[in-house]
């Protein structure tokens, strides 16, 4: 009994000590759960048959994804390498400590010059202008627009446009035609509504839809190195966007008050909406006859300009970070090597990546690729960010109280809401002494 | 006292054999579950009552510095806090009524000799057994505006449930009373059947009338029953997270669980979310300690 007791224990040590040396080896890259995590997954599958080290991408949904990785981080867990973290968390992870540095990965491999200069800005650089890396980036993305061709080319809607507006239907150009577009299809009667956004208000759901009107009106959130934000997100041009993006919200289907990126990809496929917002990554579903019947009729167009010709879009993606807690520091470099090359690059676009390569990007090739690829191109040359601070959250805490109760609710009146926004903006970064 | 209510060792038993003695095997028993209540229970509840004097940020290396009350100050200063504490206060109150006069009505219903009996009051109670977060996501369906099974029912076309800032709690707090209304129905049942029957039958002769028999003979001998499925109920409402989080984002659903939690984990405010957690914890003992006096008091009687 006692050897086989002995022999079982041995047996089971053995087996520890040799998965312990395999899982050496082996790369975890952490992920929220969509489908890019998808096509990296079959990218980095393709590492594998070439060094034999094996990459898996971890996934976990979209809502917990924040919460799980932060966890993670502040238990100093080693359970992954790397991970595809949201823009935001730059200040939080950095300042945390969390991430390992890149700068001098970026001077040794020059990829600052590899990738688009605002996915540097964004996805990599903390603080702002400090030429200090933290992610390499890759997955670009960014909010634009789906629209219902087949709506917008029928003859009859053309010319009923036409007579209304006085001037011809066609994918807008400005934020006041899209509304005039949205106001015209929104026909309740007929089961048909104007158009489809942001409205969820946990996380950066909303917020993100606001920026969009935001930054194309001319406004800003505030001035990232001083930290001042009176006079900035309540500036007269944030108020009239802001009471464009409530106009919008009168458009939008019964129910429309919590929604996001699957609320909003389902008002095209259910055939509900004229014009929906959306992130890029999400408009490979929509191409998809399997998933959505309207694919042939689906066409997508750039965040339109705001009124004095802005045009801006709320950037989303994200950046590859090697976490300081991993045991696999130099493997998963290595592995980064390879990511920015100019052949993995084009391999990750092919494969329904968006990436971030500036030559991949302003390839023919790559444009024209897709039908959404080139309003992607043009929208990543012209894309602003929310706050990268570490205490983001609480910042995006204050905006969803302030903004969800004007835009859904119909409280007070969109200068009183933003004013409140800059004071209660004021206050945080006041507590944790920025701009002092 | 203990050693009186305690069965002594059988002496030819396999335990005894082996030497062990009848304090022994208790403590064997006792002795891990209040080591795992200390390590998982009470070093917290003692850590972050410290944590809450302080301006902790778990997702930072930045030390605690001591803060004092200042915590406290900020949170009970906050009109947004106030407000999650008046939207809970509501919501607890419409959900545990709710429950006790379905509940109730339903026990009521059942406490007569009917067919399938048995069956009818096992099927009542399958709403109980499901997960919280199942129940929302069953219920978000069905409160759907352009697909849900409820306006089709009701007619009421494309009458929004959960996106409606004045209609949202109140759809939370049906689900509610949909989930636990068969646990108030269960404990009423249970003390519907312990009152004497001779009761009755006393307040027949005496001609007394069935409002005066509810209120004289029924209700008096189920109260303290009924309190008790009341605590409980109270208790699991005010902290009601998962129905809430699952089924609505509205601001006038946030009730004080999911801010703390978005404080916590999404902010990772740790002190003040520890602060805050400490707030509640106050309340609820408090709202607890209330229904027990009185729970006291209904026995007394």
């Known amino acids: 009994m ?43 599958n393709e590492y594998e048959e070439e060094t034999g080290i094996s990459v898996t991408v971890e996934t976990t949904p979209w809502s917990d994804f924040q919460t799980k990785a932060f966890t993670e981080f502040n238990a100093r867990g080693s359970a992954y390498d790397m991970i595809v973290g949201d823009s935001q968390w730059l200040g939080a992870a950095s300042e945390g400590s969390h991430y390992v540095e890149m700068t001098d990965f970026f001077a040794k491999h020059g990829v600052a010059d590899i990738m688009a200069p605002a996915t540097v800005k964004y996805y990599a650089e903390y603080p702002g202008n400090s030429k200090r890396y933290w992610a390499i980036p890759a997955e670009g993305d960014a909010v634009g627009w789906s629209y219902r061709k087949d709506w917008f080319e029928d003859p009859a809607e053309m010319a009923a446009f036409k007579t209304k507006y006085g001037y011809d239907l066609a994918p807008p150009a400005t934020w006041a035609q899209m509304t005039d577009i949205a106001e015209f299809f929104h026909r309740p009667d007929e089961d048909r509504y104007g158009i489809a956004i942001y409205t969820d208000n ?35 041009k944030a108020v009239a966007a802001l009471e464009n993006y409530k106009k919008l919200y009168g458009f ?41 019947p309207h694919a042939a009729n689906t066409g997508f167009f750039a965040n339109p300009a705001g009124p004095d010709g802005d045009q801006y879009a709320a950037l989303g993606g994200q950046g590859i970070s090697v976490i300081k807690y991993s045991e696999n520091q130099e493997e998963s470099m290595k592995f980064l090597e390879w990511f920015i090359k100019d052949e993995t690059q084009k391999r990750w676009a092919e494969l329904g990546g968006y990436t971030a390569s500036a030559a991949v990007l302003e390839s023919e090739e790559f444009r024209t690729a897709t039908p959404y690829n080139e309003a992607f191109y043009q929208t990543m040359f012209k894309v602003k960010d929310f706050w990268a601070v570490p205490e983001f959250a609480e910042l995006l805490t204050s905006a969803n109280q302030r903004l969800y109760p004007f835009i859904i609710g119909d409280e007070g009146t969109a200068k009183e809401t933003l004013g409140a926004l800059a004071a209660d903006w004021t206050a945080t970064f006041k507590k944790y002494g920025r701009g002092q | 006292m203990p050693s009186e209510v305690m069965i002594r060792l059988d002496p030819k038993s396999r335990a005894a054999a082996k030497g062990l003695n009848d304090l022994t095997i208790r403590n064997l028993f006792i002795i891990p579950t209040i080591v795992f209540l200390i390590v998982f229970n009470i070093f917290p509840l003692l850590y972050s009552l410290g944590y809450s004097f302080t301006d902790f940020r778990a997702s930072t290396n930045a030390p605690a510095n001591f803060v004092g009350l200042q915590n406290y100050r900020d949170l009970l200063n906050d009109p947004f806090i106030w407000k999650n504490f008046s939207i809970t206060a509501k919501y607890v109150l419409i959900s545990v009524t709710g429950q006790v006069i379905v509940g109730f009505g339903l026990a009521m219903l059942l406490n007569r000799s009917i067919p399938a009996k048995g069956l009818i009051t096992t099927l009542m109670l399958l709403p109980m057994m499901l997960s919280m977060a199942v129940v929302g996501l069953f219920w978000k369906l069905l409160y ?65 009338g069935s409002f005066y028999t509810f209120f ?70 408090a709202i607890t300690n209330i229904y027990v006096k009185y729970l006291n008091k209904v026995k007394a009687r």
Do not use: C
Request: hydrophobic letters at 55%.
């Open chain 2, 144 to 208: 759907d505006p352009n697909f849900g099974i409820i306006n089709y029912f009701l007619g009421l076309g494309k009458f929004e449930w959960l996106a409606d800032p004045d209609m949202a709690l109140y759809a939370i707090a049906i689900v509610d009373i949909w989930m636990w209304a068969p646990f108030v129905m269960l404990l009423s049942l249970a003390g519907l059947s312990a009152v004497p029957k001779h009761l009755y039958e006393a307040a027949e002769i005496d001609r007394a």
């Open chain 1, 202 to 236: 946990s996380y950066d759901a909303m917020v993100m839809g606001v920026e969009n009107a935001l930054f194309s009106y001319g406004a800003e959130l505030g001035d990232f190195e001083t930290y001042e934000v009176e006079g900035f997100v309540n500036s007269d």
């Open chain 2, 216 to 285: 004289r003979i029924t209700l008096p001998l189920v109260a303290p029953i009924l309190m008790i499925a009341i605590i409980f109920r109270t208790m699991e409402a005010f902290k009601t997270f998962d129905l809430a989080y699952v089924l609505s984002s509205q601001p006038n659903t946030e009730l004080i669980a999911i801010r703390l939690y978005k404080m916590a984990f999404q902010e990772w405010q740790t002190g003040m979310s520890s602060a805050f957690a400490y707030i509640v914890l106050i309340m609820v003992v």
């Open chain 1, 2 to 44: 006692r050897t086989t007791l002995n022999g079982m224990l041995a047996g089971v040590a053995f087996g520890a000590i040799s998965a312990s040396s395999a899982l050496a080896e082996d790369l975890v890259i952490f992920w929220a759960e969509w489908d890019p995590a998808n096509y990296l997954q079959e990218l980095v």
């Open chain 1, 252 to 292: 939008t289907p019964p129910g429309w008050a919590k929604t996001f990126f699957v609320e909003n990809n389902q008002a095209i496929t259910e055939g509900l909406v004229a014009m929906s917002m959306n992130y890029f990554a999400f408009f490979p579903a929509l191409l998809n006859e399997a998933t959505n």
